[in-house]
């Protein structure tokens, strides 16, 4: 199983990004995927979640309304549309596998399986 996140970058505020999330090893159809970021200093967030039977969507109070999370199963591959950026997203941002379809309103990392190495937002003021 293979996660590869991609697409962070220097921004400045109020800018926006899109990150992707690679993967192959598994059934992609039948799992949901999670973002999740990390601040120095900070506990990791998840900050989105996209189930995979209805393509439901969770998205953490700090980024609803900015962000927008979506799947290609073609292409096996989640994104995450990053707008209206601030400081405050500057964070390792990673993606996840869930590993049961019924914990998907969890946002605790321990119901993640397999993770990507991360990707680096900076957002500068």
């Known amino acids: 199983v293979q996660l590869q996140a991609s697409g962070g970058g220097l921004v400045q505020a109020g800018g926006s990004l899109r990150l992707s999330c690679a993967t192959s090893?598994?059934?992609?159809?039948?799992?949901?995927i999670g973002w999740f970021r990390q601040a120095p200093g900070k506990e990791r967030e998840r900050i989105s979640c996209?189930?995979?039977?209805?393509?439901?969507?969770k998205y953490g109070d700090s980024v609803k309304g900015r962000f927008t999370i979506s799947r290609d199963n073609a292409k096996n591959t989640v994104y995450l549309q990053m707008n209206s950026l601030k400081p405050e997203d500057t964070a390792v941002y990673y993606c996840?596998?869930?590993?049961?379809?019924?914990?998907?309103?969890?946002?605790?990392?321990?119901?993640?399986?397999?993770w990507g190495q991360g990707t680096q937002v900076t957002v500068s003021s």
């Open positions: 090893g598994f059934t992609f159809d039948d799992y949901a």
């Open positions: 996209i189930n995979s039977y209805d393509r439901s969507i």
């Open positions: 996840a596998t869930l590993r049961r379809a019924t914990d998907w309103t969890k946002r605790n990392g321990d119901y993640y399986d397999y």
